[in-house]
């Protein structure tokens, strides 16, 4: 049944993305609208006893009504090999769920629920990420871009089943870009204020990264990058990893990129990859 969902979820988003890549072989300029698809795959312990392998399906749908402001919602699929991990934020960590959640029982204490198994496969739909940016300050020849940028999570994923907490969570962050030549430089922060959640112990954390680029071609851009977040729940690893990423451009409304990751602490994937492809509209 899983299978069967995941083709056809599979099915809906090529049909769906079908308008843009007939505009794109056509050569038409980009638009205010973009769609993207995604697929992301991670291995690791993410500082448990078990290796869990996770894999995403993301469908990307992107609006810029002004030169300045930006509009994106993310749609994922997800499936994990064990229930022994979650994601939120976009940081998938350790949990332990060998209790279970907890329920009020006769004369008000506190009984265990018999959670689900931990060593059982899980797939199904992830939460959706609605996220905005605006440059607040164009780049200059003596100063960077700055762009201000946010988003809300809609606890759409089944939290029972480990692919996300339940609980709606928000975020603030500043990005800065400078091109310097055929050098980009780029830094980024941000703030992300969860849910509660008493089961995992869930705490507001913080994302950081910064990465450097060269324009090898009119078609291709390879970077390196450094990226980072604070524990985002009790007993949870903070993570640190590494990552390059090449991004291919074809013509003024379509773009690939793929990715090479490397964890750098436990609490962090051993190893990621993944490849998206965007077109404008």
């Known amino acids: 049944m899983r299978s069967r969902c995941f ?9 769906l993305l079908l308008p843009g890549l007939s505009l794109s072989a056509q050569g038409e300029g980009p638009g205010i609208f973009s ?24 469908l990307t749908l992107g609006a810029y009504p002004t030169d300045r402001l930006d509009l994106q919602l993310d749609i994922p699929f997800l499936h994990q090999s064990s ?14 769920r060998t209790s279970g959640p907890r329920s009020m029982g006769g004369g008000g204490m506190a009984t265990p629920v018999p959670a689900a198994e931990e060593t059982e496969s ?16 164009e780049e200059g020849e003596g100063w960077p871009r700055v762009r201000p940028n946010g988003y809300v999570k809609f606890p759409t994923a089944e939290e029972e089943r480990g692919l996300g907490t339940g609980e709606f969570d928000f975020a603030g962050g500043l990005e800065v870009v400078k091109w310097a030549g055929r050098w980009r430089f780029r830094g980024e922060g941000s703030r992300v204020f969860q849910g509660e959640n008493d089961e995992l112990g869930l705490r507001d ?12 071609t009119a078609a291709f851009r390879p970077e390196l990058s450094f990226w980072g977040a604070s524990a985002p ?22 773009a690939w990129e793929l990715y090479l990751a490397r964890g750098l602490s436990d609490g962090s994937p ?4 993944g490849i998206s492809l965007y077109h404008d509209l």
Do not use: H, P
């Open 233 to 254: 729940a009790d007993g949870a690893e903070e993570q640190r990893e590494v990552r390059l990423k090449g991004i291919f451009y074809a013509g003024d409304s379509a």
């Open 205 to 216: 954390f913080w994302t950081y990264g910064a990465g450097v680029g060269r324009q090898m």
């Open 35 to 58: 769609l993207g698809l995604g697929v992301d795959y991670a291995t690791g312990d993410y500082g448990t006893e078990t290796t869990t392998d996770a894999y995403s399906l993301t």
């Open 270 to 273: 051993d190893l990621a990859a």
């Open 83 to 96: 229930g022994f991990t979650t994601i939120s934020g976009g940081v998938r960590f350790g949990v332990d």
């Open 7 to 15: 083709k056809l979820y599979l099915a809906f988003l090529f049909f």
């Open 122 to 137: 899980v797939s199904g739909l992830g939460d959706l990420v609605f996220s905005a940016g605006y440059i607040l300050v």
